[in-house]
């Protein structure tokens, strides 16, 4: 088949489930244009790992000439004048950005229910969540809409929403993925990663995005090679089972996928031990005080005047406060308070300084594991996904649906959720968690569990 055939089917599938789903925000209108070029290109015996494949990308991540909102009214109308690096990579492979997904806005909350236009919904059941902040991007992909896609993880957005979708999910190590031209949410934590329906599919991907990058001064110096290290065998991996995580009110479905994982596992010569993480208790506390202070910093850029929603008043504070209360959503001002709270003075110490010691502590925690094990094992999520409307009244219970993923952004590790099972009919995914730089190795035991 050609590119053009493929991106075409892709097409028409979105065009049938769209309606039902929502799960992008815009269809490229220069979708099948680029897969005639692409076509050109393999005609001049271009070497194209990704040729004619359509990609999906979340809506933080910048497309020139094609609409970038982060699900906020704030950037509703933002044309990027330039295109992402995980962008250009993309189009260098051949790939075929062919829309940009729906999520929470900015890239806050955990069902893509704050998107601000409208909610995403789940493939397997349409009356649940997909799970986010990444839900479009997960449900486009488990509606066989697109074969890959990419989101962004500060604190679970890729993992969490695979899981609760059926797909995997992958957050790299802090640095492996370039985050030139992605809007930022919370810097230290923010990551871009990869989606797909196989490992195989994934480590292509993630191949393909990795790497240097000379515009992001975090980028890090590393040779990408999840596809190689598909043929390596699991045989002598140690993956340590924390205890905490596991330990705290798990729903049966998880459970039963965490067992089965093991078992599986351990037929092809894995090796289990359990570990302890003391300070992981620490982990959602600190992950919500350092993310909303890096929100508050990040999202001062938005002011009304240099781009963005622009709400004129009769002199620039006026401008400044009625764009931001027109442009930001409940949720986005909910941590922008926050996060000017725990940094003001007076309190700077007592929370702020306070989270950034139990990062610390979190980290040091995770080293110790790693003198135990090669690989961690954790649920990605409590619970399976839960229903619209569900968490969107308490903000806190919204909050807890991270308690799995936010520490591994704390430490900067690599993670990837794996479907494991079901309950019910709904699927449920297990994250292991590797050493910082061995992210290859996660793809090891995931193939092997495939
Ligand atoms: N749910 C978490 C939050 O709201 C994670 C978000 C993310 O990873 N972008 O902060």
Same mark, same amino acid.
Request: aromatic share 8%; hydrophobic share 40%.
């Given at each position: 088949?050609?590119?053009?055939?493929?991106?075409?089917?892709?097409?028409?599938?979105?065009?049938?489930?769209?309606?039902?789903?929502?799960?992008?925000?815009?269809?490229?209108?220069?979708?099948?244009?680029?897969?005639?070029?692409?076509?050109?290109?393999?005609?001049?015996?271009?070497?194209?790992?990704?040729?004619?494949?359509?990609?999906?990308?979340?809506?933080?991540?910048?497309?020139?000439?094609?609409?970038?909102?982060?699900?906020?009214?704030?950037?509703?109308?933002?044309?990027?004048?330039?295109?992402?690096?995980?962008?250009?990579?993309?189009?260098?492979?051949?790939?075929?950005?062919?829309?940009?997904?729906?999520?929470?806005?900015?890239?806050?909350?955990?069902?893509?229910?704050?998107?601000?236009?409208?909610?995403?919904?789940?493939?397997?059941?349409?009356?649940?969540?997909?799970?986010?902040?990444?839900?479009?991007?997960?449900?486009?992909?488990?509606?066989?809409?697109?074969?890959?896609?990419?989101?962004?993880?500060?604190?679970?957005?890729v993992r969490?929403?695979a899981?609760?979708?059926?797909?995997y999910g992958f957050k790299?190590?802090?640095?492996?993925?370039?985050?030139?031209?992605?809007?930022?949410?919370?810097?230290?934590?923010?990551?871009?990663g990869?989606?797909?329906?196989?490992v195989?599919?994934l480590?292509?991907?993630?191949?393909?995005?990795?790497?240097?990058?000379?515009?992001?001064?975090?980028?890090?110096?590393?040779?990408?090679?999840?596809?190689?290290?598909?043929?390596?065998?699991?045989?002598?991996?140690?993956?340590?089972?924390?205890?905490?995580?596991?330990?705290?009110?798990?729903?049966?479905?998880?459970?039963?996928?965490?067992?089965?994982?093991?078992?599986?596992?351990?037929?092809?010569?894995? +090796?289990?031990? =359990?570990?302890?993480?003391?300070? /992981?208790?620490?982990? #959602? *506390?600190?992950?919500?005080? %350092?993310?909303?202070?890096?929100?508050?910093?990040?999202?001062?850029?938005?002011?009304?005047?240099?781009?963005?929603?622009?709400?004129?008043?009769?002199?620039?504070?006026?401008?400044?406060?009625?764009?931001?209360?027109?442009?930001?959503?409940?949720?986005?001002?909910?941590?922008?308070?926050?996060?000017?709270?725990?940094?003001?003075?007076?309190?700077?110490?007592?929370?702020?300084?306070?989270?950034?010691?139990?990062?610390?502590?979190?980290?040091?925690?995770?080293?110790?594991?790693?003198?135990?094990?090669?690989?961690?094992?954790?649920?990605t999520?409590?619970?399976?996904?839960? +229903?619209?409307? =569900?968490?969107?009244?308490?903000? /806190?219970?919204?909050? #807890? *649906?991270?308690?799995?993923? %936010?520490?591994?952004?704390?430490?900067?590790?690599p993670a990837m959720s794996i479907?494991?099972?079901?309950?019910?009919?709904?699927?449920?995914g297990v994250q292991l968690i590797g050493?910082?730089?061995?992210d290859?190795?996660i793809f090891?035991a995931a193939?092997?569990?495939?």
């Amino acid at each position: 088949v050609s590119p053009q055939e493929v991106v075409s089917a892709s097409l028409q599938r979105i065009a049938q489930l769209e309606p039902r789903l929502h799960a992008l925000i815009r269809l490229n209108p220069q979708a099948e244009q680029e897969a005639a070029l692409v076509e050109q290109r393999l005609a001049r015996g271009e070497h194209l790992p990704l040729a004619g494949v359509p990609v999906v990308l979340k809506d933080n991540i910048c497309t020139q000439d094609l609409a970038t909102t982060c699900g906020s009214r704030m950037l509703a109308d933002f044309v990027p004048p330039y295109s992402a690096t995980v962008v250009e990579k993309l189009r260098q492979a051949g790939a075929v950005v062919v829309a940009k997904a729906n999520m929470d806005e900015f890239a806050m909350g955990s069902s893509t229910e704050y998107s601000a236009f409208g909610p995403t919904r789940n493939p397997w059941d349409t009356e649940r969540v997909p799970g986010g902040t990444s839900g479009g991007s997960a449900a486009a992909v488990a509606a066989g809409m697109v074969p890959l896609a990419l989101g962004t993880d500060t604190g679970g957005s890729v993992r969490q929403p695979a899981a609760l979708c059926g797909v995997y999910g992958f957050k790299p190590t802090y640095g492996r993925i370039s985050r030139y031209g992605v809007v930022a949410t919370a810097s230290s934590l923010d990551q871009v990663g990869t989606m797909a329906r196989t490992v195989q599919d994934l480590a292509l991907l993630s191949d393909v995005v990795s790497g240097y990058d000379p515009m992001d001064s975090t980028s890090l110096e590393i040779q990408a090679q999840f596809a190689a290290a598909l043929q390596a065998s699991s045989r002598g991996l140690t993956i340590g089972l924390v205890k905490e995580a596991l330990a705290v009110g798990n729903s049966p479905g998880v459970l039963e996928a965490l067992e089965r994982f093991r078992s599986v596992m351990e037929a092809q010569g894995v +090796r289990f031990v =359990e570990v302890s993480l003391p300070s /992981l208790e620490y982990a #959602l *506390a600190a992950y919500y005080i %350092v993310n909303t202070a890096e929100i508050s910093s990040n999202l001062a850029r938005y002011d009304g005047t240099l781009y963005g929603l622009r709400v004129p008043g009769e002199d620039s504070t006026t401008t400044m406060m009625q764009s931001r209360e027109h442009g930001f959503g409940p949720e986005v001002q909910r941590r922008i308070l926050m996060g000017t709270f725990v940094l003001s003075s007076g309190y700077y110490e007592a929370y702020y300084g306070k989270a950034l010691r139990a990062r610390a502590r979190i980290k040091a925690d995770f080293d110790r594991a790693f003198s135990q094990a090669d690989l961690l094992l954790t649920p990605t999520s409590p619970f399976p996904a839960f +229903r619209l409307g =569900e968490k969107t009244t308490d903000p /806190l219970s919204m909050y #807890l *649906a991270d308690i799995d993923t %936010v520490a591994v952004n704390l430490a900067g590790l690599p993670a990837m959720s794996i479907p494991a099972g079901f309950e019910g009919h709904l699927p449920v995914g297990v994250q292991l968690i590797g050493k910082a730089l061995h992210d290859e190795q996660i793809f090891v035991a995931a193939n092997a569990f495939e």
